[in-house]
């Protein structure tokens, strides 16, 4: 699976973009100086799609990731989910769309230690009344081939196996959108493709768009498309 600029067969142009940045700027003020973190910047997300963002560290990355998850907002430019103009949102209602369409899987993991694995897939949907949580979490874990390690705490968990569970809880919610941040940063190269083959599944059986920001080349093997950022511009 060679990837390349061009949008693959998987992410197929004529479907409307899951979330997309137009035109975005963001800038931060430092040292009494003004960033421009991202410098017009253009990038969508299609279901099914597999796609790295790369670029040297203060690249624009991280701001990226941001704008897309919606825990951020661009100083110009717009950010479409679904289409629909979603820049303006108020954290409360930016909150309400993440948890309906935006799943997260971070380099550190995340886990509560003090939990087992099911107990953290599960940690997204608390705060609802789905009588199903719990039969989802543990059909998740069975699905990234955790299905016997559903008691085990964090600390009784290898690093590959910590980044399954961190995946299954990504999508307890269904969401259609995953954002991976250094997915493989902490893991041994053997490790991080089994990873790396288990997001290339979720984007192909399960019609899901990921989007991972990394400095692994190991990614392209994977991914249908690579976009570079350097200095706050797509190259």
Not at 35 to 49: E, K, N, T
Not at 110 to 118: D, G, I, R, S, Y
Not at 157 to 176: C, D, F, H, T, W
Request: aromatic fraction near 4%; avoid cysteine.
């Amino acid at each position: 699976m060679k990837s390349d600029s061009r949008t693959s067969e998987r992410e197929d142009a004529t479907t409307e973009p899951i979330l997309a940045l137009s035109n975005v700027v963001r800038r931060y003020e430092t040292g009494g100086e003004t960033v421009v973190a991202l410098d017009h910047v253009s990038f969508d997300a299609r279901s099914g799609g597999f796609v790295s963002v790369m670029g040297p560290s203060g690249s624009g990355k991280s701001t990226m990731l941001n704008l897309l998850g919606l825990l951020d907002t661009p100083d110009e430019g717009q950010v479409l989910l679904d289409g629909r103009d979603v820049t303006g949102l108020d954290d409360e209602a930016r909150t309400a769309e993440r948890k309906r369409s935006i799943g997260f899987v971070f380099q550190s993991f995340f886990l509560l230690p003090t939990l087992t694995a099911v107990e953290n897939v599960e940690l997204p949907t608390l705060f609802g009344t789905d009588p199903t949580r719990r039969e989802r979490a543990v059909d998740l874990l069975e699905r990234v081939g955790l299905g016997d390690r559903l008691d085990h705490r964090p600390a009784e968990l290898s690093g590959g196996q910590k980044q399954r569970v961190a995946i299954a809880r990504a999508l307890v919610n269904e969401p259609r959108l995953v954002l991976a941040d250094e997915p493989t940063g902490n893991l041994d190269r053997e490790t991080g493709a089994t990873i790396l083959d288990e997001f290339r599944r979720i984007a192909d059986e399960q019609n899901v768009a990921v989007v991972a920001v990394t400095h692994d080349p190991q990614l392209s093997d994977y991914v249908d498309r690579t976009v570079e950022l350097v200095d706050g511009q797509v190259r």
